[in-house]
């Protein structure tokens, strides 16, 4: 069947599979799409999951703006079963943290963040200067940003990796006010989780909030006040951090208010595959990510109907194996994960770049030069030696990233997050002079007379 740019979304068909794991198919094989057509036919999460979270997430902002701590205690409790006086971690509870770190552990976080301090070092921009003429100097400074809130997840994973993501590059930027939010643990005390509490030490982050979710979010947007000597929490200039949808949801909601990074939720991962793909790693790859969340995205694109069937037979006998299989199949099994069938290379990068994953993994012949054509996605990982799993952890790069096809125009967490660009105009009598007849003419063309009588009001008096 060959589809217009009209027609509506292909039928979506399942091959024999166990019914625990329906790890569905897209044929996009004899059509022609349009970039719409694309987007609309790619696994997507059911239309509404954002929508629906936005109300909730609005209800939750307006509580915490309007009642501070109070708010923030009630949702702790309804949301992480603890009771919560105050969500600010005592310095010691993060000394404790990192004393009480296993070694293994601490090395493998030491690691991973001289690898991120490298890579952020080498991304912060030089500022410029542009000679216009003798006088004339237009300047572009990149100036730090006052103070940040990083948000950690918590709920079914630990994640002190995503300390070091949204650390390091706050610090390569030269923030000197960061503050860090992460869920509390009924198992902890009320605190988060001990080793999130120890890599924010090892970074020299003494301001921590057990503060989970969208309340989070808007904590650090809003600010709270200080109440009954308990002490405020400032507002920041910029909030960053991945999470589930309701965080998603929570930054998009605030964006304006603070800046952002991105739209950085529930976790997805595209293999754009060929008949030369070790169907072993592929669903390795796709498993590693699903095991994430239940809602997490699993998409395999390929031009091989072979490959789609051996990877499918590797994902049920490695589904059944790994340690989070009730989660991984959910994942796989949902309508934001399966395979799309492409005619051939070319189709399968159009799918690609309409898809815009968090994670594009390249398993092809070449590689390399399949990554090159590749113009929307948070990170490309290219190679078998290249999964997902590296730059969770330890390739260097940043592992906050944008999701949902957001990454058509957003960025991946880095240093010029945490950076603006302000230009500085600096001109002499002679210089502004030379264009001065320039100005008048243009000001006179928009109808807005008075900028150009602003500069000759400094030549009138023939000083």
């Not at 409790?77 to 990192?98: M, N, T």
């Not at 739209?263 to 095991?291: H, K």
């Not at 390249?362 to 399949?370: F, K, R, S």
């Amino acid at each position: 069947m060959t589809l217009s740019a009209d027609s509506p979304v292909p039928a979506v068909t399942a091959p024999p599979v166990p019914a625990d794991l329906n790890f569905r198919t897209v044929d996009l094989r004899g059509q022609r799409l349009t970039l719409a057509g694309l987007r609309a036919a790619v696994p997507r999460a059911q239309a509404g999951t954002m929508a629906d979270a936005e109300q909730k997430v609005l209800d939750i902002i307006d509580a915490v703006r309007s009642r501070g701590f109070e708010a923030l205690s009630e949702l702790a409790r309804a949301f992480d079963g603890v009771e919560q006086s105050h969500p600010r971690v005592p310095a010691e509870a993060l000394a404790q943290a990192l004393a009480g770190l296993d070694p293994a552990v601490r090395a493998a976080l030491e690691e991973s963040i001289r690898r991120a301090r490298r890579f952020a070092d080498a991304q912060r921009p030089a500022d410029t200067d542009v000679e216009f003429g003798e006088g004339a100097v237009v300047s572009q400074n990149w100036v730090p940003v006052a103070r940040v809130g990083l948000y950690v997840p918590g709920g079914l994973a630990v994640y002190p990796s995503s300390v070091i993501m949204n650390v390091v590059p706050a610090l390569a930027a030269g923030v000197e006010s960061i503050a860090l939010a992460s869920p509390p643990q009924k198992d902890f005390g009320g605190l988060p989780h001990p080793t999130i509490l120890a890599a924010a030490c090892l970074l020299g982050i003494d301001e921590v909030y057990a503060i989970g979710g969208a309340q989070a979010i808007a904590a650090f947007a809003y600010g709270i006040p200080a109440a009954e000597e308990k002490a405020g929490l400032d507002p920041v200039d910029v909030v960053t951090g991945p999470g589930n949808v309701f965080v998603a949801t929570a930054k998009r909601l605030v964006k304006g208010v603070v800046g952002i990074d991105s739209e950085a939720g529930t976790t997805e991962i595209a293999i754009l595959a060929d008949a030369t793909a070790r169907p072993g790693l592929v669903a390795a790859d796709l498993i590693s990510q699903a095991e994430h969340d239940p809602k997490a995205a699993s998409v395999l694109i390929t031009d091989s109907v072979d490959l789609a069937a051996a990877v499918r037979v590797e994902l049920e006998r490695q589904a059944a194996a790994t340690k989070h299989s009730a989660r991984v199949r959910e994942a796989l099994s949902g309508p934001q994960s399966g395979v799309v069938l492409v005619d051939n290379l070319d189709q399968g990068i159009a799918a690609c770049n309409a898809y815009a994953a968090e994670h594009l993994e390249i398993m092809t012949a070449d590689a390399a030069g399949v990554a090159g054509r590749i113009r929307s996605a948070g990170a490309i990982f290219v190679g078998d030696y290249s999964p997902v799993s590296l730059g969770d952890y330890c390739a260097g790069s940043n592992h906050v990233l944008p999701t949902s096809g957001t990454a058509a125009f957003s960025s991946g967490l880095n240093v010029t997050t945490f950076l603006r660009a302000i230009q500085v105009v600096n001109y002499s009598r002679a210089a502004l002079e030379a264009v001065s007849g320039h100005i008048v003419s243009l000001s006179g063309a928009e109808d807005l007379p008075a900028h150009g009588e602003a500069v000759t009001a400094r030549f009138a008096d023939g000083s």
